[in-house]
C-alpha cells in the first residue's frame, strides 16, 4: 500500500514573522496522496491552502513537519536535487498560466526538458502527442500574445505535463478563464487523470471544478477540517458537487462554532 | 523629516546604481576640462600669439559645451528613467497612503537636485586635478616649461559646469515625474508587463536587413572612394545613408535572429532558446536605442581617432631645425649673436642663402614676359618626363603643368642646408658636379611628396644653360627658416658655386638661421628659451622671425582640435555605454516575472546569471559590432581625405597610439559589460521562488 503513496504530508506547520507579530497558516496538517488520484484542497481566503500547495512545490520552506514524495524527504533538497525536483517531479500549473511571452507556444512547453538537457528534437514525439491531447497543434508555433487565454493555460498545461512529473499541482488553474474554457480544461485535466493514472493536487475556490476531484481536503485557518469522497464508481459529479456546495455552505456557517 | 527621506533615497539610489552615479561625475569632469580650455597654461600661452585663433575657438565652446548638455541629458534621462521605474510601487504606495501629488514632485526633484550636489562635490575636485594635470602636462610636452604656470582654477567654468548639469538633470526629472505623477496609484503599483512579443512580419524584416546592409555597403564605398574631394553633398549622402542603414539594419535584425533561434533551437538544450528570445526580443523592442548607441559608439572612436590622429600627426613631424632666422646684414647680426648674453645660449648660427635664380619671366604658355640680363634658361623637361610615367591623376596634372613654368626657380646654397641639416643631426648632402638635389616645404601632402619621390627614384635631370643636371634621388623637406609661413612649392639645392652662378643676388643671405643650445632649452623649456632670447634682441632693431611664430598655430590646432574631438570622443562613449547598459537591465526587472517561472520549471541560479551574461555580452556586442566595423571604414575615408598623416611621420608611433587606444576601449567596455554582469547576477540572484506572491 504504501507504494501508492505519491505524496505524504506529515504534520507540517508554517509560521510567519517571530514574537507578538507571529501568523500560524498552517498548523500541522497531515495527508497523504494515492497514485492516480484528482484531489482538489478547499478553504476560505487565507485559510492556508495556498501555503500548503506552495511547501508542496518548494516554493516556501515548512517550519516543521515533513513532505515526502515518493518516499524522499523534499525540504532535505538542494541546488540540482531541488532544481531536478522542480523540473521533473512536479508539473505547476498557475493562476495566470505564466508562459514566458517572448517563447513560442513550443518552446514553452520544451522548456522544462530543455533545462534538463533534452533537445527539441528528443522531445518531438512527446510534445506531438501532448499538443493533439490539449488541442493546440495550430498555436505550436504562436507567441502568447497570439493566444486566447483557454489555449494559454492548455499550453501551461502541457508544459506541466511533458516531464512526465509524479504529481502535478495547479493553483486556481481556472481562476483567469471562462466558464467555457474552464470546462474545457478540466475535461482535459480529467481525461489525463483517468487515462495516465496521474497524481493531481489541485487548489480551487471553484465548487464546479472541485467536483471534477475523486476527493477534496477542506482546509480552515490552517487545519485539516472536512474531507470529501467521490464514489467514483456509483457518484455523478452532479451529485458530487451538490455535496461540496453543502460542505461549503457548513464551512462558511458553522465556523464559529467549530472553533 | 522630508529632508531626511530626500537624502536617505538619494543615497540609497547612489548605492544602487554606481556605475550610472559615476557617468554623471565622468560628465561633470568632461564639462569642466572643456569649459576651463582656456585657462589652460597652453591656451594661455597661444592667446598672445595667435589671439584671433584662440578667441574663434573660445567663441566655439560654449556651442561644444551646448552639443555635450544635449547629448548628456540622454543619459541622464535614461539613468533617471531605469531608478524610477524602480521604485514605481513605492510612489504608488506613497499616493495610496495620500501623499499629494505636487508632493511627492518636490520630493522627486529635491532628490535630483541633492544627487546633482554629490556629483559635483565629487566630480569638480577631480576635474580640477585632472585640468591641472593636463595643463602642466601639454605645457611641458610643448616645451612652454612649468615655470610659467599658474593654476586654473576657473571660476566662469566651475559656475558652467554647476548650472549646466544641474539644469538638465532637472530637465529630464521634470519630464520624468511629471508622467510619473500623472499615473494612477493602481498603475504604479501593478508591477508592470512586458511589452507583448512584437511580431514583425517576416517580409519587412528581411526588407529592412537587407536594405540596411546595402546602404550600409554604399555609405562605406561612397566614404571610402568619395570622400576625398569633401563635398558637403556627398558628407550629406554618405551620413543619411550610414544612419538610416543603421537603423534598417537593427530593425530587421530581430527577424534575422528569430530565423537563427529556430533553425538551432530544436538541436540545442539548457536556456539556449531562452537567451536567444530575450536578445531578439530586445532587439526588436529596442532597435532606435541600439541604432542611436551604435553611432554614438561610432562618432566616439571617430572622435578619439581624429584627435589621435591629429595630435600624431601634426605634433611629432615637426622637427624643430631653426630657432630664429635674423634678416640683416653680417655686422648687425653677428653684433648681438656673439654678445655675451647671447653667446651662452646659442649653440650655432649661419647664413641661409637662399635666392632666386637669374631667368627670364615667362607667361603660361611660354613666352616670354620680361628678358633679364645674363639670364638662364631652365627646363624641368626630365622631370616632367618622369612625372607624366606616373599614373594619371589630377595632382599629377597640375604638378606637371607647374614644373612647366621656367621662370626663376628658387635656390638653396648646399653649404647652408648642410648647415641645417648637421643641427638637427641628419647626413650631409653631397652634390657632386653636376648634381642638384630637389627640396620642397609642402611635406604635410603625402601623395605630392609620393609623387616626386617616385618621379625621383626613376632618375630625372633639369636642364641650365642646355646643360643636364642630375637631380638626387632623395627629396629634401626640413624647414630652411623660422617662418613656417613661408612656403617653398620647389628649390633646387645646388652647390655653392652654382648658386653663385645662377642667382640673382648670390651676395647677401636671405636670412641668418640661429638654434638655441640644448642646454638652455633643457634649462628654461624651449619656449621660455625662446622668449628669453627674444629680450637680447629688444632694441636692436633687427628684424626677426622665431620657432614660436611659426609654430603657434600648428600647436594651436594641434591643442584644439585633439582636445575637442577626444573630449567629444569620451563623452559620446560613456553615454552609448550607459544607455545599452540601461536598456538591458531595464528589460532584465521588466521580465522579472519570466526569471521566477524559469526557476520554478527547475532553472539553476547560476545558469540564469549564465544566460544573463550572454545576453548582456551579446547585447553589447550587437551595438560595437556595427559601430567598430563602420568605424574601420570611417576612419579609413578620414585618413585618406582630410588628414592624411603628413610624410615624416612615424608609422610606428602612430601604430603604438592606435594600439594602446583600442586596448584602453576594449578595456572601457570590458569594465561596463562586467559591471552591467555584476548588476544582472545580483538581481537574479536576489529572486527567490517565494517571492511569486509578491511578483503578482
Known amino acids: 500500500m504504501n507504494l501508492d503513496r505519491v505524496l505524504q504530508v506529515e504534520s507540517v506547520t508554517k509560521v510567519y514573522g517571530k514574537g507578538d507579530n507571529k501568523t500560524e497558516a498552517l498548523r500541522g496538517i497531515s495527508f497523504d496522496v494515492l497514485e492516480g488520484e484528482f484531489l482538489g484542497i478547499m478553504g476560505a481566503s487565507g485559510s492556508g491552502k495556498t501555503t500548503l500547495l506552495n511547501c508542496i512545490a518548494t516554493m516556501i520552506k515548512p517550519s516543521s513537519g515533513r513532505i515526502l514524495l515518493k518516499g524522499s524527504d523534499i525540504s532535505s533538497f538542494r541546488g540540482t536535487q531541488l532544481a531536478d525536483y522542480r523540473g521533473k517531479e512536479i508539473g505547476y500549473l498557475f493562476q495566470e498560466f505564466e508562459l514566458l511571452d517572448n517563447l513560442t507556444a513550443r518552446e514553452n512547453i520544451i522548456l522544462p526538458l530543455s533545462l534538463h538537457g533534452v533537445t527539441g528534437k528528443q522531445a518531438g514525439g512527446e510534445l506531438q502527442e501532448l499538443a493533439s491531447r490539449m488541442d493546440i497543434v495550430d498555436v505550436l508555433n504562436k507567441f502568447p500574445s497570439q493566444m486566447s487565454g483557454g489555449q494559454k493555460q492548455r499550453v501551461a498545461a502541457a508544459r506541466a505535463l511533458i516531464s512526465k512529473p509524479s504529481i502535478v499541482l495547479a493553483d486556481e488553474p481556472t481562476g483567469a478563464l471562462d466558464s467555457k474554457n474552464s470546462k474545457v480544461l478540466l475535461d482535459k485535466l480529467y481525461a489525463i487523470n483517468k487515462e495516465q493514472q496521474k497524481t493531481i493536487v489541485m487548489v480551487t475556490h471553484d465548487a464546479n471544478a472541485a467536483s471534477y476531484c475523486s476527493r477534496i481536503l477542506f482546509i480552515q485557518d490552517g487545519r485539516l477540517f472536512h ?28 465556523s464559529a462554532n467549530v472553533l | 523629516m522630508f529632508f531626511k527621506h530626500v537624502r536617505r533615497n538619494a543615497a540609497k539610489y547612489r548605492k544602487n546604481n554606481g556605475l550610472f552615479f559615476s557617468s554623471l561625475v565622468v560628465a561633470i569632469v568632461a564639462f569642466y576640462t572643456l569649459l576651463s580650455l582656456g585657462d589652460q597654461d597652453v591656451m594661455r600661452f597661444l592667446k598672445t600669439i595667435e589671439s584671433d585663433a584662440v578667441s574663434k575657438l573660445m567663441l566655439l565652446i560654449p556651442a561644444v559645451y551646448m552639443i555635450s548638455l544635449f547629448f548628456v541629458f540622454f543619459l541622464v534621462y535614461f539613468t533617471y528613467r531605469y531608478q524610477l521605474d524602480n521604485r514605481k510601487k513605492e ?44 595643463s602642466l602636462a601639454t605645457a611641458k610636452l610643448v616645451g612652454l616649461g612649468i615655470i610659467g604656470h599658474k593654476i586654473s582654477f576657473s571660476i566662469p567654468a566651475v559656475l558652467g559646469t554647476v548650472i549646466g548639469f544641474i539644469a538638465v538633470q532637472m530637465i529630464a526629472m521634470l519630464f520624468l515625474s511629471a ?16 511589452e507583448k512579443q512584437v511580431s514583425l512580419s517576416g517580409k519587412k524584416g528581411w526588407l529592412g536587413l537587407v536594405l540596411g546592409l546595402f546602404f550600409l555597403i554604399l555609405a562605406y564605398a561612397i566614404g571610402v572612394t568619395m570622400l576625398r574631394s569633401f563635398d558637403f553633398k556627398i558628407v550629406m549622402l554618405v551620413l543619411a545613408l550610414g544612419g538610416s542603414g543603421t537603423f534598417l539594419l537593427y530593425h530587421g535584425m530581430g527577424v534575422f535572429i528569430g530565423h537563427k533561434i529556430q533553425q538551432k533551437s530544436p538541436a540545442r538544450s539548457g536556456l539556449f532558446t531562452f537567451t536567444g528570445r530575450q536578445i531578439q526580443e530586445n532587439v526588436l523592442h529596442q532597435y532606435r536605442a541600439l541604432a542611436v548607441s551604435s553611432l554614438l559608439l561610432l562618432m566616439a572612436l571617430a572622435c578619439i581617432s581624429f584627435g589621435i590622429g591629429v595630435a600624431s600627426g601634426r605634433g611629432s613631424q615637426e622637427t624643430r631645425t631653426v630657432d630664429f632666422s635674423i634678416e640683416g646684414s653680417k655686422q648687425e647680426v653677428c653684433g648681438v649673436l656673439d654678445s655675451e648674453a647671447s653667446k651662452s645660449m646659442i649653440s650655432m648660427y649661419y647664413p641661409m642663402f637662399l635666392g632666386s635664380m637669374n631667368t627670364n619671366l615667362y607667361d603660361q604658355t611660354g613666352a616670354v614676359l620680361e628678358s633679364k640680363p645674363n639670364a638662364h634658361e631652365l627646363s624641368w623637361a626630365g622631370l616632367s618626363a618622369a612625372l607624366a610615367n606616373l599614373p594619371e591623376t589630377d595632382l599629377r596634372n597640375n604638378m606637371m603643368e607647374n614644373f612647366s613654368d621656367r621662370s626663376g626657380s628658387y635656390l638653396i646654397s648646399e653649404t647652408s642646408y648642410n ?28 601623395d605630392f611628396i609620393n609623387n616626386l619621390d617616385d618621379a625621383l627614384k626613376s632618375g630625372t635631370y633639369i636642364e641650365v644653360d642646355d646643360r643636364k643636371y642630375e637631380l638626387l634621388p632623395n627629396i629634401y623637406f626640413d624647414n630652411v627658416v623660422a617662418d613656417r609661413k613661408i612656403t617653398l612649392y620647389s628649390a633646387l639645392i645646388v652647390s655653392d658655386e652654382d648658386f653663385k652662378n645662377w642667382a640673382s643676388d648670390s651676395s647677401t643671405p636671405f636670412c641668418w638661421n640661429v638654434l638655441l643650445s640644448q642646454k638652455t632649452v633643457n634649462e628654461k623649456g624651449l619656449m621660455q628659451a625662446i622668449l628669453s632670447m627674444e629680450q637680447n634682441f629688444a632694441g636692436t632693431g633687427l628684424e626677426y622671425e622665431s620657432y614660436i611664430g611659426g609654430i603657434g598655430r600648428n600647436l594651436f ?22 544607455v545599452i547598459g540601461l536598456k538591458y537591465l531595464m528589460q532584465q526587472r521588466e521580465n522579472k516575472r519570466r526569471y521566477l517561472t524559469l526557476l520554478m520549471l527547475g532553472a539553476d541560479v547560476d545558469d540564469l546569471c549564465k544566460s544573463a551574461g550572454t545576453q548582456i555580452c551579446l547585447f553589447f556586442a550587437l ?32 601604430i603604438v597610439i592606435a594600439g594602446i587606444s583600442s586596448i584602453l576601449f576594449v578595456m572601457i567596455e570590458c569594465i561596463y559589460i562586467h559591471i552591467v554582469e555584476h548588476t544582472s547576477s545580483r538581481e537574479i540572484q536576489a529572486l527567490r521562488v517565494r517571492d511569486r506572491g509578491n511578483a503578482f
Do not use: C, H
Open chain 1, 227 to 254: 474531507e470529501l469522497r467521490k464514489n467514483v464508481k456509483t457518484e455523478t459529479r452532479d451529485s458530487f458537487y451538490e455535496r461540496i456546495v453543502t460542505a461549503i455552505a457548513q464551512l462558511g456557517g458553522g
Open chain 2, 419 to 446: 648647415n641645417l641639416l648637421q643641427t638637427i643631426g641628419k647626413k650631409p648632402i653631397q652634390l657632386g658636379k653636376s648634381q642638384v638635389a630637389l627640396y620642397t616645404s609642402m611635406k604635410d601632402s603625402s
Open chain 2, 179 to 194: 508622467a510619473f505623477s500623472r499615473k494612477e496609484p493602481m498603475e504604479l503599483l501593478r508591477s508592470d508587463s512586458p
Open chain 2, 91 to 134: 510612489f504608488g504606495l506613497y499616493l495610496m497612503l495620500g501623499m499629494k501629488r505636487s508632493t511627492l514632485f518636490a520630493m522627486l526633484m529635491s532628490e535630483t537636485i541633492w544627487n546633482s550636489l554629490v556629483s559635483i562635490l565629487l566630480g569638480l575636485p577631480i576635474a580640477l586635478l585632472l585640468t591641472e594635470g593636463i
Open chain 2, 623 to 654: 551595438v560595437l559590432g556595427v559601430a567598430v566595423f563602420s568605424s574601420v571604414f570611417a576612419i579609413w575615408s578620414m585618413f585618406t581625405s582630410f588628414l592624411k598623416l603628413p610624410v615624416g611621420t612615424s608609422l610606428v608611433k602612430v
Open chain 2, 557 to 578: 590646432y594641434t591643442v584644439a582640435a585633439s582636445y575637442l574631438t577626444i573630449y567629444l570622443g569620451i563623452l559620446f562613449m560613456v553615454i552609448a555605454n550607459t
